[in-house]
């Protein structure tokens, strides 16, 4: 077939791409690897149970992405956020680093008399996140919190990543919040984003109900092939797509193992872009008595989840009447562990840590994620722009998370279709 636009996947950056063309009065035509269109923004329904592929709440500010979304799913519920921490088996209000309190005396001072330690002037910047991390909180809490959780969430010692990416996502309180933190609650919301929002029913999928409305998407339609001189995909099943414009929002790897004839220090530069891949376990429980926090953060590494939410807290339309659900999401390798070793390394802990019965669980689920999170390790940006040139010269342009290769929230991966030029 022969079509003017030909669009590489089926999440929310390559919808926003069919609805910027669309409303341009332009056709396309979008090719998913899945059955179903959504990507990471998928949500999925068992017994009454809906789930998201790992904890979305939306905090977008975007205009146009919150008018799509509310078309999308009219109802909305609105969080303020309320994250925790487990540390050594305790509760801890996020960011611990305010909220010191909680830990035991001893732990507590020995955080403290690091941070006191922190040099008051720094001439250059950290040149990895691990010097980041010491340089912001001191040696004790930078290793036993933040170092710690990078190993789980981003499967890397925080030494060999970049900082460009932080941003305001960690908080960097002033020793006297600090030690305030250490005394008492601190009430404030210290979070990054102050408000969130969800859909009341049918999951964080409904948020994209409007773009797939109308989209050409041809389901179960990986790619195979690229020819960029004739300008042909072929996907899995030998279909050919003859396009005029091309433009991908899968994986940059995967998109360059698809190209023909991509020069070899194009394709040594694509092996060297990193990406964390995952499992997310699902838990279904007929009792509402579960933690009251939307997500929480797991520092103890005997545990092998690293984050924790509740989709039944997102919105008790997630979970039949009487009924709660918790998801864990794991970080590792396809294949690393086997489905019971999972459970029990997850459910399984939150039962011996008294936070759920094992009476009260219906039903467990697994799922993978191959692309979750990319890596900023320290060639990232060098390789991603050399990945990204060589296919802006052979006419593909690249969106979303993993075709832009950033830290990109679905809001911003929904503005990274939507702003093609049409
Ligand atoms: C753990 C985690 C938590 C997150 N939490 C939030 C949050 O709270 N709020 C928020 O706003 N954002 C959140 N995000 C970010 C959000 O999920 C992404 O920004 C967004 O979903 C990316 O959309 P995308 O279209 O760019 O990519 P994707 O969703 O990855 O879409 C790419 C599509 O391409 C398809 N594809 C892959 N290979 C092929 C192939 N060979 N052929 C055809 N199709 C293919 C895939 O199946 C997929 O449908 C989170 C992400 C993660 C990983």
Same mark, same amino acid.
């Given at each position: 077939?022969?079509?003017?636009?030909?669009?590489?996947?089926?999440?929310?950056?390559?919808?926003?791409?069919?609805?910027?063309?669309?409303?341009?009065?332009?056709?396309?035509?979008?090719?998913?690897?899945?059955?179903?269109?959504?990507?990471?923004?998928?949500?999925?329904?068992?017994?009454?149970?809906?789930?998201?592929?790992?904890?979305? #709440?939306?905090?977008?500010?975007?205009?146009?992405?919150?008018?799509?979304?509310?078309?999308?799913?009219?109802?909305?519920?609105?969080?303020?956020?309320?994250?925790?921490?487990?540390?050594?088996?305790?509760?801890?209000?996020?960011?611990?680093?305010?909220?010191?309190?909680?830990?035991?005396?001893?732990?507590?001072?020995?955080?403290?008399?690091?941070?006191?330690?922190?040099?008051?002037?720094?001439?250059?910047?950290?040149?990895?996140?691990?010097?980041?991390?010491?340089?912001?909180?001191?040696?004790?809490?930078?290793?036993?919190?933040?170092?710690?959780?990078?190993?789980?969430?981003?499967?890397?010692?925080?030494?060999?990543?970049?900082?460009?990416?932080?941003?305001?996502?960690?908080?960097?309180?002033?020793?006297?919040?600090?030690?305030?933190?250490?005394?008492?609650?601190?009430?404030?919301?210290?979070?990054?984003?102050?408000?969130?929002?969800?859909?009341?029913?049918?999951?964080?999928?409904?948020?994209?109900?409007?773009?797939?409305?109308?989209?050409?998407?041809?389901?179960?339609?990986?790619?195979?092939?690229?020819?960029?001189?004739?300008?042909?995909?072929?996907?899995?099943?030998?279909?050919?797509?003859?396009?005029?414009?091309?433009?991908?929002?899968?994986? #940059?790897?995967?998109?360059?193992?698809?190209?023909?004839?991509?020069?070899?220090?194009?394709?040594?530069?694509?092996?060297?872009?990193?990406?964390?891949?995952?499992?997310?376990?699902?838990?279904?429980?007929?009792?509402?008595?579960?933690?009251?926090?939307?997500?929480?953060?797991?520092?103890?590494?005997?545990?092998?989840?690293?984050?924790?939410?509740?989709?039944?807290?997102?919105?008790?339309?997630?979970?039949?009447?009487?009924?709660?659900?918790?998801?864990?999401?794991?970080?590792?390798?396809?294949?690393?562990?086997?489905?019971?070793?999972?459970?029990?390394?997850?459910?399984?802990?939150?039962?011996?840590?008294?936070?759920?019965?094992?009476?009260?669980?219906?039903?467990?689920?697994?799922?993978?994620?191959?692309?979750?999170?990319?890596?900023?390790?320290?060639?990232?940006?060098?390789?991603?722009?050399?990945?990204?040139?060589?296919?802006?010269?052979?006419?593909?342009?690249?969106?979303?998370?993993?075709?832009?290769?950033?830290?990109?929230?679905?809001?911003?991966?929904?503005?990274?279709?939507?702003?093609?030029?049409?």
């Amino acid at each position: 077939m022969h079509t003017e636009n030909l669009i590489l996947g089926a999440g929310i950056s390559g919808l926003g791409a069919a609805y910027a063309l669309r409303e341009a009065g332009r056709e396309s035509v979008i090719l998913e690897k899945t059955d179903c269109y959504g990507g990471l923004c998928v949500s999925f329904t068992i017994d009454g149970f809906t789930f998201d592929h790992f904890v979305h #709440l939306s905090f977008a500010k975007d205009e146009r992405v919150n008018r799509i979304f509310r078309a999308g799913s009219p109802e909305i519920v609105t969080h303020i956020p309320n994250p925790s921490n487990i540390y050594k088996g305790k509760w801890i209000k996020h960011p611990a680093q305010n909220n010191l309190y909680a830990l035991d005396p001893v732990e507590r001072e020995l955080v403290i008399a690091d941070f006191r330690k922190r040099p008051t002037e720094v001439l250059t910047p950290p040149e990895n996140y691990e010097k980041w991390l010491r340089l912001q909180y001191g040696d004790y809490f930078a290793e036993h919190f933040p170092m710690a959780y990078t190993r789980k969430y981003w499967m890397k010692e925080a030494c060999e990543l970049r900082t460009e990416w932080v941003g305001n996502r960690l908080y960097q309180p002033s020793l006297e919040e600090v030690i305030a933190g250490s005394l008492q609650e601190d009430k404030r919301v210290t979070y990054y984003a102050k408000e969130m929002r969800y859909p009341q029913s049918g999951g964080y999928a409904s948020y994209l109900k409007v773009l797939a409305e109308n989209a050409d998407i041809r389901y179960n339609a990986a790619v195979k092939s690229i020819d960029t001189q004739l300008k042909v995909v072929t996907d899995v099943l030998g279909n050919k797509y003859e396009y005029e414009r091309l433009i991908s929002s899968i994986p #940059l790897p995967l998109l360059i193992k698809a190209v023909e004839n991509v020069p070899a220090e194009v394709k040594e530069a694509a092996l060297q872009l990193e990406a964390t891949s995952g499992y997310h376990i699902s838990v279904a429980l007929k009792t509402k008595n579960i933690p009251p926090y939307l997500w929480w953060y797991i520092y103890d590494e005997d545990i092998l989840a690293a984050r924790v939410y509740s989709p039944s807290l997102k919105s008790s339309a997630n979970a039949p009447e009487g009924c709660s659900s918790l998801q864990m999401e794991v970080y590792c390798k396809e294949g690393a562990y086997t489905e019971s070793r999972l459970i029990e390394g997850t459910v399984g802990k939150l039962v011996s840590l008294g936070l759920i019965a094992e009476e009260d669980i219906l039903f467990t689920h697994v799922g993978f994620e191959p692309f979750a999170n990319v890596i900023f390790s320290q060639p990232v940006y060098e390789v991603r722009d050399k990945v990204r040139n060589y296919l802006k010269s052979v006419n593909i342009e690249t969106i979303g998370r993993f075709g832009e290769w950033g830290y990109l929230w679905s809001d911003q991966s929904l503005l990274s279709g939507l702003n093609i030029l049409v």
